[in-house]
Protein backbone atom coordinates (compact mmCIF):
# COMPACT_ATOMS: atom_id res chain seq x y z
CA UNK A 1 0.00 0.00 0.00
CA UNK A 2 1.66 3.54 -1.09
CA UNK A 3 1.03 6.17 0.81
CA UNK A 4 2.42 9.93 0.50
CA UNK A 5 2.88 11.74 3.72
CA UNK A 6 2.87 15.65 3.59
CA UNK A 7 4.11 17.51 6.33
CA UNK A 8 5.73 21.12 6.65
CA UNK A 9 2.30 23.75 6.79
CA UNK A 10 1.21 26.68 9.32
CA UNK A 11 0.19 29.84 9.56
CA UNK A 12 3.10 32.27 8.49
CA UNK A 13 2.64 35.94 7.78
CA UNK A 14 2.65 36.81 3.87
CA UNK A 15 6.35 37.46 3.27
CA UNK A 16 7.32 34.60 5.00
CA UNK A 17 8.76 31.20 4.30
CA UNK A 18 7.61 27.58 5.07
CA UNK A 19 8.96 24.30 3.77
CA UNK A 20 6.83 21.80 2.81
CA UNK A 21 8.34 17.54 2.87
CA UNK A 22 6.46 14.64 1.61
CA UNK A 23 7.68 11.34 2.15
CA UNK A 24 7.08 8.43 -0.04
CA UNK A 25 6.21 4.88 1.86
CA UNK A 26 5.79 2.13 0.22
CA UNK A 27 7.30 2.85 -3.53
CA UNK A 28 10.17 4.08 -4.44
CA UNK A 29 10.19 7.30 -6.50
CA UNK A 30 13.27 7.37 -7.73
CA UNK A 31 12.57 6.60 -11.05
CA UNK A 32 9.26 8.93 -11.38
CA UNK A 33 9.06 12.75 -11.81
CA UNK A 34 7.26 14.10 -8.77
CA UNK A 35 4.78 17.02 -8.49
CA UNK A 36 3.35 19.62 -5.90
CA UNK A 37 0.06 20.17 -6.17
CA UNK A 38 -2.55 22.93 -4.17
CA UNK A 39 -6.03 23.09 -3.54
CA UNK A 40 -7.63 26.03 -1.80
CA UNK A 41 -11.20 26.58 -0.28
CA UNK A 42 -13.39 25.90 -3.35
CA UNK A 43 -10.79 25.78 -5.91
CA UNK A 44 -9.93 22.98 -8.02
CA UNK A 45 -6.59 21.03 -7.10
CA UNK A 46 -3.88 22.89 -9.42
CA UNK A 47 0.07 21.67 -10.31
CA UNK A 48 2.68 23.83 -8.63
CA UNK A 49 6.30 22.30 -9.47
CA UNK A 50 7.24 19.31 -10.82
CA UNK A 51 11.04 17.92 -10.20
CA UNK A 52 12.22 14.95 -12.58
CA UNK A 53 14.07 12.38 -11.96
CA UNK A 54 17.35 14.42 -12.83
CA UNK A 55 16.53 16.90 -10.27
CA UNK A 56 15.41 19.42 -12.96
CA UNK A 57 12.59 21.90 -11.70
CA UNK A 58 9.97 23.12 -13.24
CA UNK A 59 7.17 25.58 -11.45
CA UNK A 60 3.77 26.92 -12.29
CA UNK A 61 4.24 31.11 -13.18
CA UNK A 62 2.28 31.85 -9.79
CA UNK A 63 5.45 30.61 -7.93
CA UNK A 64 7.95 31.27 -10.18
CA UNK A 65 11.06 32.32 -8.44
CA UNK A 66 9.13 31.94 -4.94
CA UNK A 67 9.26 28.41 -4.76
CA UNK A 68 12.35 25.71 -5.15
CA UNK A 69 11.06 22.09 -5.28
CA UNK A 70 14.13 19.27 -5.01
CA UNK A 71 14.28 15.96 -4.20
CA UNK A 72 16.62 13.39 -1.97
CA UNK A 73 16.39 9.89 -3.52
CA UNK A 74 17.65 8.49 -0.23
CA UNK A 75 15.18 9.54 1.81
CA UNK A 76 12.38 9.26 -0.69
CA UNK A 77 11.12 11.92 -0.19
CA UNK A 78 10.81 15.51 -2.59
CA UNK A 79 10.69 19.41 -0.46
CA UNK A 80 8.97 22.37 -1.47
CA UNK A 81 10.73 25.46 -0.14
CA UNK A 82 8.34 28.62 -0.45
CA UNK A 83 9.78 31.85 0.06
CA UNK A 84 8.21 35.10 0.05
CA UNK A 85 4.29 33.88 0.31
CA UNK A 86 1.64 35.79 -0.88
CA UNK A 87 -2.13 35.59 0.94
CA UNK A 88 -3.36 33.88 -2.73
CA UNK A 89 -0.89 30.91 -1.54
CA UNK A 90 -3.29 29.87 1.35
CA UNK A 91 -4.31 26.07 0.58
CA UNK A 92 -3.88 22.58 0.98
CA UNK A 93 -0.76 21.38 -0.52
CA UNK A 94 -0.12 17.54 -1.65
CA UNK A 95 2.59 15.60 -3.35
CA UNK A 96 1.99 12.60 -5.48
CA UNK A 97 4.16 10.48 -8.88
CA UNK A 98 3.81 11.73 -11.86
CA UNK A 99 3.78 8.15 -13.52
CA UNK A 100 0.75 5.74 -11.85
CA UNK A 101 -0.50 8.75 -9.07
CA UNK A 102 -1.18 7.40 -5.96
CA UNK A 103 -3.99 7.88 -3.80
CA UNK A 104 -3.74 11.11 -2.47
CA UNK A 105 -2.32 11.88 1.35
CA UNK A 106 -3.83 13.91 3.43
CA UNK A 107 -2.04 17.13 2.74
CA UNK A 108 -0.73 19.71 4.59
CA UNK A 109 -2.49 22.76 5.12
CA UNK A 110 -0.34 26.39 4.50
CA UNK A 111 -2.18 29.43 5.70
CA UNK A 112 -0.69 33.31 4.95
CA UNK A 113 -2.26 35.80 6.42
CA UNK A 114 -1.40 39.87 5.59
Known sequence: QVQLVESGGGLVQAGGSLRLSCKAIGRNFGLSTMSW???????????????????SPNYA???????????????NTV????????PEDKAVYYCNFNQRPAPWGQGT????YS
Open 37 to 55: YRQGSGKQRELVATVTITG
Open 61 to 75: EPVKDRFTVSRDVAR
Open 79 to 86: YLQMNSLK
Open 109 to 112: QVTV
